[in-house]
C-alpha cells in the first residue's frame, strides 16, 4: 500500500510501534531501513520513488507526496518521531502540531549522512534524549542533547523515578522546580520509599543537593526547592515543603487480596480506598494486587486491577503456603488449599518481613497491605 497525500485529507497510516523513522532522501532511506532492523518497535515511513521491492516483506511504508502532511497523523499516535531530514525543516514542519510537552511525542533528527543525532522536541518527559542516546549508538553517530539538566548531568526533575514508575501527585511545581535544580539552588531530597538507585552518574550529587532524613528536618534548613518521594499522606506541616516542591509517589503498596465469588469490583475498590485512608497511604503508590490463583479469573478483582493499571499477580497455594502466617485457617485451607491468601500474597510479592496491615475482613473482601522494601 501507497500513502497518497494530499492537502486536507488525513493520512491513512498502519500504526504498529512506538517509533516511526521517516526519510525523504536516497541516503536517508538506507539509514530508516537500517534504524528498521535495530528497532524492533518501530515503523519505517519513505517516499514511494525509492522503493526497493521487499517494503511489504519488511511492512515498510511508501508514501507520495509532501511530508509535511504525513506529519499530523505521526504526531498523534506515535511516542517518538525519528526523521531523517534536516533540522531547520522539520521545526516548521512540526511547529503547526505542537501543543504541550507533557503530551506531544519525543522528536528526533538525523542529518543525512548520519553522523548527528539531535533531540529537538520532549526531551525529558517525551523520551526524545533517550531516544536520541539509543538511535545514535545503533548507527554510530553523536548524540546532540541541549537540555540544560543533562548537559549539567544534575536531576532531570520531570523524569525522577520515572524508570522505576514513580509518578508525581501534581505537576503544577515541575517548572519552578526545575529551574531551581538548573540555576544551583538549595535543593532538598526527602525519600522515604521507593528505589535508592536513581542517581545516575559515577560522582556524588552536586553541592546544591542535599538529601535529608524527614521532611520537617527538611524545612528546618528553608532549601529553595525539594523532591519528596514517599508513599505516605502528608501531614499539614509537612505540606509547606511543597510551596516548592514536587511530591513523587513510588510504587510501593502491594495489597494482598481475597474475596467471595462475584463480589462486584465496586465493593473491593470500596474496601481498598477505604483501607488506604486509614493507612494514611496513597492509592498512587499501589503496585499490585496478589491473590491465590483460584481468582485468576474473579471478574471484579480484574475490573479493578484494569482502572487502576496495576500488576494483577496469582499464587498457588503451594506458593502461598511457603510463606508462614500468623493465624493460618484450617478453614480457608479447606476451600482453597492455602492456609492464608491475602497476607502470604502481600509478603511474597513484597519481599517485606512484615506487614503494614495484617489482615482486614470487610463484607466479601480480605486484604492486607505490605510495603516493598529497598
Known sequence: ????????????????????VVAITKHGVELARKLGQSFQNADVYYMSKFEKGDEGEKDIQL????????????FEVYKGLIIIISLGAVV????????????????????????HVISVLSGHIGGANELTKEVAAALKA?????????????IAVDLFGKRFGWIWDSAEKLTPVSASVVNEEKIAIVQESGEKEWWLYGRPLPENIKSYRSILEALAE????ALVVTHRNLSEEEQQILQNGVLYRPKVIVLGM??????TSKEIEAVIDETLAELNVSKKSVKAICTIDLKKD?????????????EF??????????????????????????????????????????????????????????????
Open 1 to 20: 500500500m501507497i500513502i497518497e497525500l494530499q492537502e486536507a485529507q488525513k493520512a491513512v497510516i498502519q500504526q504498529k510501534g512506538d517509533y516511526a
Open 92 to 115: 516548521r514542519m512540526i511547529a503547526p502540531l505542537l501543543k504541550d510537552k507533557k503530551t506531544d511525542p519525543g522528536v528526533v533528527v538525523i542529518d543525512d549522512k548520519g553522523e
Open 63 to 74: 508514501f507520495t507526496g509532501s511530508v509535511r502532511l504525513l506529519l499530523p497523523s505521526l
Open 298 to 310: 474473579e471478574a471484579g478483582l480484574i475490573e479493578v486491577k484494569n482502572k487502576n493499571r496495576w
Open 258 to 263: 481475597g474475596c467471595n465469588r462475584g463480589t
Open 142 to 154: 553523536r548524540p546532540i542533547i541541549t537540555t540544560a539538566s543533562d548537559v549539567q548531568e544534575t
Open 313 to 374: 499477580i496469582c499464587y498457588t497455594p503451594e506458593e502461598l503456603n511457603s510463606i508462614k502466617i500468623e493465624d493460618p485457617s484450617e478453614t480457608v485451607f479447606k476451600f482453597t488449599g492455602a492456609y492464608g491468601v491475602s497476607e502470604p500474597a502481600a509478603l511474597l510479592y513484597s519481599g517485606a518481613e512484615t506487614l503494614a496491615l495484617t489482615k482486614k475482613k470487610s463484607g466479601n473482601v480480605t486484604i492486607s497491605v505490605a510495603v516493598i522494601p529497598y
Open 222 to 225: 528553608k532549601p529553595d526547592a
